[in-house]
């Protein structure tokens, strides 16, 4: 204990920003607003404990007694953050749901154009709601709106310009699936919170102003700059060679196409698509030596300056200019900081004082945009610079000046040196992001060390110079601008072409579950143990005994099922689709269809379901059922099959009208699952007092062909105990009269609405055949008001029966252990089915 206190007393900024990280973090467990939780219970307490911990701690240690202030002031400014907007001149306190509006303001970056649709931000400074029950003139507005619009915008539209524009805006939202992507938090952090589509470009007009002065166009002159340099590459490259050199210089990466980020994420080289410290280190010890070099050849510089430091001073402009046109927001300042951080232990060999620093930026970060603390770029940057500072003490880089002497006598010793020092940082950096990489993104790359140190150099020493120095020539010798990024070219075409080549390599780059935060934990601990010098026995044991806690904690699923007795279904939230993950007491993972929206840059299977899975500690599924061959039950079922491997696949015996289907089929019989054509009668899984059964459509229809494909839907109904799960796909009314001329037991608990809450189905004798407690609507955002069908919702409420609708509940999971039956939404809400009433009743 006494070591403990000791060492947070003289390392007294790093317990300040380990205090304030854990008051941010703390944030997560309140989820009211601050109103509702009054200062003084917080404040008095801690007050107390600080006056008894000042009067009871020695003089030295006294200062230990501010701590838990700053762990407050972590949690207070990072849960205002996360706040919703509460001004009612905010554009988000003007818009609650998608509005036609006309917006006045200013353009406040430049605008991306990936061949499609180009997009941009906008500072509102008035509005106007096109809605004849609200006011009809401009009222005060403020806030960031992020609009696109088809196609390319008039160049005339630079950022500074004041414009007026005609858009449908709504409040940005997520996907409300455990494992997705919080895009809500990543645009919090830029303060955006509502985003608007433009139906044409000539719908943007300029709006006149008196002139203004240069100083106040000063704050977009980084945006121009960027505008400008993108729109140089755009018209003199192609779009591969465009979008790479956009990634590095400006941090755009919208005309890169989704083949070559591909590539890039299975080599793990996907960190230099963006302004990364990394390769900002890189630039920088480039510079750093050339300058050191040319210094050199002075006698004087020698005698009387530190030329290394003078190296440093000189390196600091060029990358305060990369950082200039790169926009000179938070995430380029935050690499700007890491990439001086590193450059001041290199250079002047204080890396023993790197710690520190690196807790002082964090702070500064976070003091600045507390919500970076939850987002992937600032933890895997900050877990970068922390690993290498622990291993950079143990590189060759560090030898002792009388060792270095005389291992330079050999002319190779210096290079492999430096390799074995990259070698080695990358390592590192691997080594302390992995974790944080497997919960954010499920993925890391096996061969990304070494592949970093052919890419990087490929990047970073030969294309990012010469783009460095064709910018500020663009506007004053476009010829000599274009001659140093032709320079630059070969450098970006041979790191596509090595991306590419080795991307598919067997086991390039793994896939795995979401890691807990305990095995987050153990994991740092082991490495940390591995560290420290002069290891012992016993010390050795304890490592090899918590790794193999870790392997056995981390692939337990794997070769354990789960046998809770608990039969948890999961109804996801995957927009305009379905996707329904049933988990059987046995430990059985059955996936029953799986689309949704799907664009080329967004897949369903990818993006949201798997992600969910992997949440769930899901390796492998079991079987995967396709209800009916329509995208939106299987377009994301291609990344779902290539990853979890099912064993079997059980469909309705359609082909489909899209080739999609076809092709999806046989790359799942490739994958060795067998392939099962369920009919009604089918029982698809027993097991003591659990059965799933396939009720219809096959053998119910007849050779009829004038039966629509969502009429042939399989139709699922699980039972267990007493309770009962009926899922009908997409069938219409017409399916459901003849399912129930074949059948006389359908009554469920849940229903799953069929066609999505549609007009064309859940007629009335079908609802009273069932008898449901419970109505979930897999239905999208954008189909709220037409799915489910307002009658249907009218009628579903009139007769008590809970509607759960994901575009608005999210997920939605039910649990049974065959008669208690709870059904949990995303946003936390909670109802228990009462037997006596056959209702669910909302749980406090």
Known sequence: MDWLVRRCTENLLISVTICFIAGASATSCFAHPLSEQPLILFIRPLLLVSA?????????????????????????????????????????????????????????????????????????????????????????????????????IDPQFLPGKKIMVMATVDRIRNYQTPGAFNYLLQMATKSISCSGWVQSAKEILPVGE?????????????????????????????????????????????????????AFKENGCFHVLSISGLHLSLLGLFSVALFTFLLKRSTWL????????????????????????????????????????????????????????????????????????????????????????????????????QERSVQEEHLLVKPLRFLQSMLYVSLAATAGTLPILLYHFNRFSLIGPVMNLAIEPLLCLWALPCGLLAIPLIPILPDLAHFFFQIGQPGILLTVWLAEAVAGLPYASIWTITPTVPEIALFFLILFLL???????????????????????????????????????????????????????????ILIDGGGYQTEQFDPGQSLIAPFLWRNRIWRLDDLIITHPHQDHYNGLSFVAAHFRP???????????????????????????????????????????????????????????????????????????????????????????????HGDNFKS???????????????????????????????????????????????????????????????????????????????????LFDESSREFVREK
């Not at 700059?225 to 990634?247: I, K, S």
């Not at 700007?336 to 930026?361: D, E, K, N, Y």
């Not at 939850?374 to 590189?395: G, K």
């Not at 999210?810 to 649990?815: A, L, P, Y």
């Open 302 to 401: 020698l005698l009387h300056t530190h030329v290394p430091t003078l190296a440093l001073v000189l390196t600091a402009p060029i990358l305060l200019f990369y950082i200039f046109i790169a926009g000179f927001n938070i995430p380029a300042i935050r690499a700007l900081a890491t990439a001086l951080l590193v450059l001041f232990a290199v250079v002047l060999r204080r890396q023993r004082s790197l710690i520190h620093l690196i807790a002082a930026a964090a702070l500064i970060v976070l003091a600045l945009t507390p919500l970076a603390l939850f987002t992937a770029s600032f933890q895997l940057s900050f877990a970068a610079v922390l690993a290498i500072n622990l291993v950079y003490p143990r590189l060759p880089l560090f030898i002792t000046q």
């Open 647 to 741: 064993q079997r696949l059980i469909v309705n015996g359609e082909k489909g009208e899209e080739p999609s289907y076809g092709l999806l089929l046989d790359a799942i019989r490739m994958e060795g699952a067998t392939i099962q054509t369920a009919t009604a009668g089918d029982v698809l899984h027993q097991n003591h007092d659990l059965t799933l059964q396939c009720v219809g459509m096959n053998g119910l229809l007849g050779a009829s062909t004038a039966w629509s494909t969502n009429d042939r839907s399989l139709v699922l109904r699980l039972h267990y105990g007493a309770r009962s799960f009926l899922f009908p796909a997409d069938i219409g009314i017409a399916s459901e009269h003849r399912l129930l001329q």
């Open 52 to 152: 008894i911990l000042a009067l009871c701690l020695g003089r030295q240690i006294r200062p230990l007694s501010t701590l838990p202030f700053f762990f407050l002031i972590g949690f207070f400014h990072t849960h205002l953050a996360l706040q919703p907007v509460s001004d009612p001149n905010h554009v988000a306190g003007i818009i609650s749901g998608p509005a036609k509006v006309t917006l006045i303001g200013r353009i406040l970056t430049m605008a991306e154009n990936n061949g499609e649709r180009t997009r941009f931000e906008l500072d509102c400074e008035s509005l106007l709601l096109h809605d004849n029950t609200q006011q009809s003139t401009f009222q005060p507005a403020r806030g960031k709106v992020l609009l696109s619009v088809q196609g390319a």
């Open 531 to 589: 560290l420290r010098p002069q290891k012992t026995i016993r010390q050795l044991a304890l490592v090899l005994g918590l790794i193999l806690l870790l392997a056995g904690s981390f692939t337990l699923s794997l070769w354990r099922p789960d046998n809770s007795r608990l039969l948890s279904i999961n109804f996801l939230d995957v927009g305009q689709g379905t996707s329904t993950l049933v988990q059987l007491p046995d430990g059985t993972n």
């Open 210 to 262: 008196p002139s203004r002065s240069t100083w106040r166009d000063l704050p977009f002159l980084p945006e121009q700059v960027r505008q400008q340099t993108a729109d140089f590459l755009d018209a003199h490259f192609d779009r591969e060679v465009a979008g790479l050199y956009q990634a590095l210089l400006i941090g755009s990466t919208v005309n890169i196409s989704p083949q070559i980020i591909e």
């Open 749 to 831: 608990e849940v229903l799953l609405a069929p066609h999505h809450g549609s007009r064309s189905s859940v007629g009335e004798e079908f609802l009273a055949a069932v008898n449901p407690a419970l109505v979930v609507v897999s239905a999208g955002q954008r189909s709220q008001g037409t799915l489910p069908s307002p009658e249907h919702l009218s009628q579903w409420r009139q007769k008590k029966i809970l509607t759960l609708i994901t575009a608005e509940a999210g997920t939605i999971t039910c649990r049974t252990d065959g008669r208690l039956l709870r059904t949990n939404t995303f946003g936390g809400e909670s109802y």
